[in-house]
């Protein structure tokens, strides 16, 4: 017998026979009929092997994806170039099958792996401590607010509209459940209003999110968020992109509580869409509210360098009621991908690729914007992606763009209803000059 073979009638009765029922009915009879499938399921005729790889193949075949398009959409996954070796190193069997350091002391290669990548974070972000084990931006996020109300004991959370609408989609889920109130705050002419958030701001707001540089592409004025939070006695959690870290202020520098993001950017491939990886980094103030994971160094016995969990706040090692957050899986394989991405580029790697992701989106932005045809939407700094608004609908400017081999920006209007006709485009730095005229050729042509 095959482990992925049904059971067979005989087996079925047997198991039955065991727990004491006579059929399959009486074994769900506490399920309510109304819930219960009375049909079969629509499945097709079995298959041959080579029939379903067959079939397989096809349905795949109808994904059209970066090798077969220009990539000029971003909005929270973006198509930066992936070292050869990043590939190379996750693919080693000892990295891919490991799951989580359940016994850590024998566990030192999948240790260092996520001590290299706390520090490597924590340099990043200039902050003092990061964890491992965050599924991916949006859930760190939402964690990143259950550690702030917890830790102020306040209940409420500010979060800008300009942070990504699928980030504060999970932060709403997770909060309902978790007793906390989410209050939205507009955004100005692109950007988190300022006056809007003074005005919000109580003794009851554990913290405030931000994104920078933000949803459409805008670097944020933090500096004066910052002092609005802090005078409040409540906590800033900054969710960004790793990559603007290249050139930008550190969030750490800003005075940062929290720092969170998506980690896909750091050498992780788009994959449709995972799996990702979230990154989270805080003071040491902070540090023991941390969810996940913490990796310490250490000498073992023999005066050797060795790796320790030093702070694992998960209910699976600590008795569940102590437990700051059930955030169990493991991204390690993600991590890994993360840090040998920032190894091989280094700091000046990092920096040159988000100069050259910022140079191109501007040449981008002031080609498009030569004629009437398409306008800024806001008139704010930003870093790879900016926003555009003409009188043609995105969508067929998009599918424009698809019959041309491009893959076009992010249809505003499909989270923002207000900002009708406005496409938020992005560019990194494998974008070349003759990719970018073409897109700005085809645009110009749409009618």
């Known amino acids: 017998m095959y482990p992925y073979i049904s059971n067979t009638n005989s087996e079925e009765k047997k198991m039955l026979n065991t727990i004491g029922v006579d059929s399959i009915d009486e074994l769900f009879k506490d399920i309510p009929n109304n819930l219960k499938l009375s049909r079969n399921l629509n499945l097709r005729d079995s298959m041959s092997e080579l029939e379903v790889a067959s079939l397989l193949k096809q349905l795949a075949c109808k994904n059209k994806n970066i090798d077969d ?14 070292p050869s070796v990043v590939n190379h190193l996750t693919s080693r069997s000892e990295f891919y099958t490991a799951y989580t350091p359940y ?4 566990s030192q290669g999948t240790l260092q792996v996520i001590f290299e990548y706390q520090s490597m974070i924590t340099e990043l972000t200039a902050m003092d401590v990061a964890n491992a084990s965050m599924y991916d931006g949006a859930s760190a996020c939402a964690e990143a607010a259950m550690m702030a109300i917890e830790a102020t004991k306040r209940k409420n959370i500010i979060v800008s509209s300009t942070v990504h609408p699928e980030v504060r989609r999970v932060l709403k889920t997770y909060l309902h459940f978790h007793g906390g109130e989410i209050i939205e705050i507009d955004f100005k002419d692109g ?8 005005s919000t701001i109580s003794p009851d707001t554990a913290a405030v999110i931000v994104q920078n540089p933000n949803f459409f592409g805008i670097i944020e004025d933090v500096s004066s968020i910052e002092k609005i939070i802090h005078s409040n006695k409540s906590l800033l959690i900054m969710s960004v992109d790793p990559i603007s870290l290249g050139i930008l202020k550190p969030p750490g520098e800003l005075g940062a509580d929290i720092v969170i993001g998506e980690g896909q950017s750091l050498g992780n491939s788009l994959n449709f869409g995972g799996p990702y990886l979230g990154f989270m980094a805080t003071t040491t103030k902070l540090m023991r509210k941390l969810p996940g994971r913490i990796v310490g160094q250490t000498l073992d016995m023999d005066g050797k360098r060795a790796f320790v969990l030093t702070l694992q706040a998960r209910e699976q090692h600590i008795r569940r009621e102590k437990a700051t957050s059930n955030i169990c899986s493991n991204q390690a394989l993600n991590a890994l991908a993360a840090t040998v991405y920032l190894t091989t580029l280094g700091k000046e790697g990092i920096k040159e690729v988000a100069i050259h992701s910022m140079k191109k989106a501007y040449y981008a932005y002031k080609e498009l914007v030569k004629s009437d045809k398409f306008k800024p939407l806001f ?5 790879k992606e900016f926003a555009v608004i003409s009188n043609i609908p995105t969508e067929a400017i998009n599918e424009d763009l698809r019959k041309n081999g491009i893959l076009g920006g992010f249809e505003l209007e499909q989270q923002y209803p207000q900002l009708k006709n406005s496409l938020l485009i992005c560019v990194t730095e494998k974008r070349s000059k003759t990719e970018i005229d073409k897109l700005v050729k085809v645009m110009e042509e749409v009618n």
């Open 69 to 82: 398009l220009v990539c000029f959409l971003g909005a929270g996954a973006y198509d930066h170039y992936i």
């Open 103 to 106: 016994q850590p002391e024998i």
């Open 191 to 198: 950007e988190t209003n300022v006056e809007l958030l003074k």
């Open 379 to 383: 008139y704010k700094p930003f870093f």
